[in-house]
């Protein structure tokens, strides 16, 4: 192991920027799921859904870039077509969970495995074998801040969606915790009996939060494919979507430690694609792609974080069960 | 006893004709008539299952009635969710709170009747709002307290406020006293005189025939889903009340249980020694308890509900463990359990299955690792014969069963296992009075048999009319043990809310 | 912005009639969503359907393929019955299902001399074996530590497959061969075909004779009873004196068990060597044939053969009028979405 090549400053200080870069998709299906869970809800699908904002942001791209020739809106016009299509999914994954009370784990489950066979199918239709490919977003730095050393080029010269992730980041955090719309939320979460009793509507509640959930997750699945790697491929999530899940447990659904872990994900994504360039044929780099999951799990294994969760959080509401 | 003011005016605030309401396989409501005027304090009586709480579930606007038609202040209304009906003035306090216990006791009060979607109001601002109206009427409540912190009597304080908060006109409690002390009791009657002296008419449901009495102006009693009748308390007497209820005769004299001092066999049946018990949130619920149950005696633990008899329970039947002490059992001990369905039955299973659910692996159930169906089918005959269980068949889903049936079920499995010992825990609990003559009758039976019985009840009568000896319990811990012929009422009345007199008084 | 969904009483008794034909009418809802999207792709639906199962059920060596396909789904998805009843959520079986191929596959590599008849019983052992503590070890920690089953299988499941990739790259990996793939397994080590001729090998009669294993060891024996009780109130069994933990663990590991089982048997017959590439989503997708059974192990075989059948019939879809052969996994999807969906309508009740 070329350990003398890994722990100079230079190498650190890349894999944090790239760690920042690349915990983006994650950290979006994060702050959605995060929403999602307080009200109650349990939205297993991410994977799926990641997948399907994914691939319906890279064909908007795609279709605005090289057909309509509006390179600069491209991408945005990308990620918007990922929200909506997160949201679709959400849509369909609160029918099934909210009205009709299906169980959440089987509907999540199946939302995956939809989303992963309707994605590769599309794909394939669409583009057949040709490996197109989208411009994404160059990075923004932040006029004065980025000339600060070493921070700057860490913090502030990164695309413009990391700086609108971060800023998510507050604005959960603020929603969540210091507006009524956050209260009522939290309280579907809690306790949807007293919520309903008390005349909010848990329906109604519970929609938004799966569908903004769910956009937010689609949203980051077409960061994924729209910005960061700049091109769509089967299962180009690689289990995302389920590491989010994760991650929501581990933030103990709070919006700032959602950061924090989304940013462990990617500094470890970032180690291992340097290392495999790095080491040779013998080392074990399927070791480092499973740090997120086996750091996940000892994280867990470490607290119980049982009854931090929303207490209501899995089980379907039944109108005055008796 | 306290007194009440009993002038009310003629002004119908609410007015419910013709209401049906049905559910799968059950006639909640059928034709039911109801009105309540403004001032007064009316009760809606009846037994469990009669109707009460569902015809005001429907007047909250929780569910919406089949037909029939309701109008506030004359006029008709139709509440198509519990939204309209909190904005035409309808508050309910529910039986079991609904309250969110992670959020403080503003947010509670404030949740869903807040104006901006987005900013909201500065704390500081909102506990004043709220500590002024609290003190308008009487009610003592700290707005920043978190709500899983409160005793039970100060959440119901909370849940009033919430509907006060709301404008609320007509204010109906659901069995508001079956969670507090005698003297938390009195207080909210206080509470309560005060509201409707200022004009909100109350619905007060309940099933205790001397609180009715001593409180309220008028008593509709409903019956198996329709109205018998709407009375003046004044004019009629608890006799009368009770035979509206049941719809017969009802002898209303408690039939102390003859033989009280049988002499004791030197060895208890169950013995509980210096016992320490943890609730869920590791706080102490269960402190240096001692008692000792013998053979052939009923010993009553009397208490609200919330000082511990869950634990207590979970305790003995080894579900929850115990910090220190000892628990010495003499024999098996049969467990009747406080939560039906939470602890004793599995209502996806058949009737035949519950019966031998605690002896499955064993033989004539089992034999070299199968089942054998024939077995449990004839065990299963045989036992709801024994106990007159009404099911269609032995196959059929426990879920289906009746409250009384589920109950006899349980009742079969347990007696007829050999067992020295029993825990009964609320065993009338949710049962009408046909079913409880019946446990009751299963339990002095029993105790006449020769088993050691700890008996746990929230009901004072039944304690009363069971048990040999009495033991109060309290915050965790036993406050007084009598004989139940030395039991003085209102002593235990003091007893269950606290009041001590010295060290614990045990008796041999 | 919802859907309201209530019901007036004309429309429940409908209901009421049609809620015994729910999955059926469920699943041809789903076939024609499929057929929809097959024509957004420019081909005609019906001839699609009809070319799936000519490649599904055509002949002597479509059925054989179809039953071979089935044979890794049925068995992980009775094992799920099992676990589900219990409400064990174990969705790590794509991972078991790997870590049972890499154990199973020790014996074959180290002793490929050895006689079939000592050989082949070692490595279905070893697969059960290592499949079973790999879903063990989830429970362990949901026991010891209150970690989310759901959560820690999902993790493990990737550590699984990761794990296998190193094994097959590095320290299994075929002397001199430059592919990431183990030596090719002896004769000794592959399950012999039914009979002389044939494609079908033993795995398949034994998934097959799970089906009765699983059907009596549920409803037959107290073991069965007490898992079923487990799952239907943990607090009720509990108080029956039954172990929940115990329970839960068995499930667990019996569920790993099977789908390590699976793992084995698939690289024995189908792959015959040690590769990273073995399953066709074969652990999720036994999730949803668990779930379309109902539950149930003579529904789970139907739906797996289902399932395989679309499967393989997608293959011949590909090669005839070039659709993707994930068109297969679209469909799964969708019937068991509808068939939930009709399951759920017909039972609502308010």
Redesign the interface.
């Known amino acids: 192991m070329p350990w003398e090549q890994l722990l100079t400053w230079t190498f650190l200080i890349s894999i944090t920027t790239a760690g920042i870069r690349l915990a983006v998709p994650v950290l979006l299906a994060v702050l959605g799921e995060i929403i999602t869970e307080r009200s109650g809800v349990m939205n297993?699908g991410l994977e799926g859904i990641m997948l399907v904002g994914g691939l319906a942001g890279f064909t908007v791209a795609v279709g605005v870039e090289h057909q309509a020739g509006l390179v600069a809106i491209a991408p945005w016009a990308g990620l918007l077509a990922g929200m909506v299509a997160g949201a679709l999914m959400g849509l369909?994954m609160a029918?099934?969970t909210v009205?009709?009370?299906?169980d959440q784990?089987?509907?999540g489950?199946?939302?995956?495995?939809?989303g992963?066979?309707?994605t590769?199918?599309a794909y394939?239709?669409l583009f057949g074998s040709v490996g197109k490919r989208v411009q994404g977003l160059d990075p923004v730095p932040i006029p004065g801040l980025a000339k600060i050393p070493v921070l700057g080029e860490m913090l502030f010269n990164h695309n413009l969606m990391v700086y609108i992730t971060a800023l998510l980041v507050a604005l959960c955090w603020f929603m969540l915790f210091?507006?009524?719309?956050g209260?009522?939320l939290?309280?579907v979460g809690?306790?949807p009996?007293?919520?309903?009793?008390?005349?909010?509507?848990v329906?109604?509640i519970r929609?938004?939060s799966v569908m903004i959930g769910a956009a937010l997750a689609g949203l980051g699945g077409a960061v994924l494919t729209v910005v960061q790697l700049n091109l769509f491929t089967?299962g180009i999530t690689a289990?995302r979507g389920?590491i989010a899940?994760?991650l929501v447990?581990f933030s103990r659904w709070q919006p700032v430690w959602a950061l924090i872990g989304a940013l462990l994900f990617g500094i470890t994504d970032a180690i291992q694609f340097r290392i495999q360039t790095l080491g040779s044929?013998?080392m074990?780099y399927?070791?480092l792609?499973?740090l997120p999951?086996?750091l996940?799990?000892f994280v867990?294994?470490l607290g119980?974080h049982?009854d931090e969760a929303p207490?209501a959080l899995g089980v379907p509401y039944v109108?005055?069960e008796? | 006893m306290v007194t009440t003011d009993r002038t009310t005016t003629q002004i119908r605030v609410v007015e419910m004709a013709g209401i049906d309401k049905q559910f799968p396989g059950v006639f909640a409501n059928q034709n039911i008539h109801f009105d309540l005027r403004e001032g007064e304090i009316h009760a809606l009586l009846g037994e469990n299952g009669a109707g009460k709480t569902t015809l005001m579930n429907i007047l909250c606007g929780l569910y919406e009635p089949d037909a029939g038609e309701i109008r506030l202040f004359g006029a008709p209304v139709r509440f198509r969710s519990p939204r309209e009906a909190i904005a035409a003035g309808i508050g309910m306090v529910h039986q079991h709170f609904m309250l969110v216990e992670r959020f403080t006791v503003a947010e509670n009060i404030i949740l869903g009747q807040t104006d901006q979607a987005i900013l909201r109001e500065p704390p500081a601002q909102l506990h004043r709002r709220l500590q002024a109206l609290a003190d308008h009427y009487g009610l003592k409540i700290n707005p920043a307290v978190p709500v899983w912190q409160l005793s039970v009597g100060e959440q119901q304080r909370v849940e009033i406020l919430k509907a006060l908060y709301r404008q609320a006109k007509v204010l109906i409690l659901d069995e508001p006293t079956a969670v507090l002390t005698p003297q938390e009791a009195d207080e909210l009657i206080v509470t309560l005189q005060t509201l409707a002296a200022q004009g909100t008419a109350i619905v007060f449901i309940s099933h205790k025939l001397r609180e009715v009495m001593s409180v309220c102006h008028r008593v509709t009693v409903l019956r198996d889903g329709q109205t018998v009748g709407t009375v003046v308390t004044q004019d009629c007497t608890e006799q009368q009340l009770a035979e509206m209820m049941v719809g017969r005769e009802v002898n209303l004299r408690r039939q102390l249980s003859s033989a009280h001092s049988k002499p004791h066999s030197a060895q208890p049946a169950l013995e509980l020694q210096h016992l320490h018990v943890l609730s869920d949130r590791h706080l102490s619920a269960i402190q240096n308890l001692n008692l000792a149950v013998y053979p052939g005696e009923i010993v009553g633990i009397a208490g609200v509900d919330g000082n511990g008899q869950r634990e207590l329970e979970e305790a003995i039947i080894g579900l929850r463990p115990s910090q220190q002490g000892n628990i010495r059992v003499q024999g098996k001990l049969a467990h009747i359990p406080s939560d039906r369905y939470s602890m004793g039955l599995l209502t996806d299973f058949s009737v035949a299955e519950n019966l031998v659910l605690k002896d499955v692996n064993q033989p004539p159930f089992s034999w070299r690792g199968f089942l054998r169906p024939p077995a449990i089918l004839s065990h299963a005959i045989a036992l709801v014969q024994q106990f007159l269980i009404r099911t269609p068949s032995v196959k059929t889903r426990v879920g289906k069963l009746s409250g009384g049936n589920a109950q006899k079920v349980i009742f079969a499995r347990e007696l007829t296992r050999a067992h020295q010992v029993i825990l009964a825990a609320q065993p009338s609990r949710g049962l009408d009075i046909g079913a409880t003559e019946f446990v009751h009758a299963q339990l002095l039976a029993c105790r006449d048999a020769g088993a050691g019985i700890l008996l746990i009840s929230t009901e004072l009568d039944e304690i009363l009319s069971l048990s040999d000896r009495i033991a109060v319990l309290y915050e965790g811990q036993i406050l007084e043990i009598v004989p139940t012929a030395q039991a003085d009422v209102n002593q235990l009345g003091l007893r269950m809310a606290g009041k001590q007199t010295g060290k614990q008084r045990e008796m041999p | 912005m919802t859907v309201d969904l209530s019901l007036s009483p004309q429309q429940q008794a409908w209901l009421a009639r049609l809620r015994p034909f729910a999955p059926i009418l469920g699943a041809i809802v789903a076939l024609i969503l499929g057929g929809l999207l097959i024509r957004l792709s420019g081909v005609n639906a019906l001839a699609a359907y009809l070319v799936m199962l000519q490649g599904a059920f055509g002949g002597g060596r479509q059925l054989t393929d179809t039953l071979l396909k089935m044979t890794p789904l049925l068995t992980i998805a009775l094992g799920l019955t099992l676990a589900f009843r219990a409400k064990v959520w174990n969705i790590g079986t794509e991972g078991q299902y790997f870590i049972g191929a890499l154990t199973g596959s020790l014996p074959a590599l180290t002793f490929p001399d050895l006689t079939s008849w000592l050989l082949l019983p070692l490595m279905l052992l070893a697969g059960i074996v290592g499949g079973a503590l790999w879903s063990g070890l989830a429970g362990l920690l949901y026991i010891k530590r209150g970690v989310n089953l759901i959560i820690s299988t999902l993790m493990l499941n990737y550590i699984g497959i990761l794990l296998l990739q190193y094994a097959a790259r590095v320290p299994l990996r075929e002397p001199n061969g430059f592919l990431p793939e183990s030596a090719p397994f002896s004769s000794n080590a592959q399950i012999p075909p039914l009979f002389p001729g044939t494609r079908l090998h033993w795995g398949v009669l034994l998934a097959i004779g799970l089906v009765g294993v699983m059907y009596l060891l549920l409803w037959r024996t107290p073991l069965g009873f007490q898992l079923r009780a487990v799952g239907s109130n943990p607090s009720v069994a509990r108080c029956s004196g039954i172990q929940t933990s115990r329970s839960i663990l068995i499930a667990l590991m019996t569920s790993g068990a099977l789908a390590g089982l699976a793992g084995i048997v698939e690289v024995s017959c189908t792959y015959g060597r040690l590769k990273p590439d073995i399953s066709d989503s074969y652990g999720f997708t036994a999730i949803l044939v668990a779930l379309l059974g109902q539950l149930n192990p003579i529904g789970v075989l139907l739906a797996a053969l289902l399932f395989s059948a679309l499967m393989v019939g997608a293959q011949s879809l590909n090669v005839v009028l070039q659709l993707p052969v994930s068109v297969a996994q679209v469909v799964q999807a969708l019937l068991v979405l509808c068939v939930l969906t009709g399951t759920a309508i017909a039972q609502k009740q308010d």
């Not at chain 1, 489950?109 to 939809?114: E, I, K, P, S």
């Not at chain 1, 210091?178 to 719309?181: A, D, E, K, L, V």
């Not at chain 1, 009996?193 to 509507?201: I, R």
Request: no cysteine.
């Open positions: 297993l369909l029918v099934l009205s009709l009370r299906t784990v089987v509907a489950v199946t939302l995956v495995l939809l992963q066979g309707l590769a199918f394939r239709r210091r507006t009524n719309w209260l009522n939290r309280a809690e306790n009996a007293a919520a309903d009793t008390s005349g909010l509507n329906v109604r929609y938004f089967e289990g389920w899940i994760a447990v044929q013998e074990p399927e070791l792609l499973m999951y086996v996940t799990l867990l294994l119980s049982r207490k109108k005055g008796r």
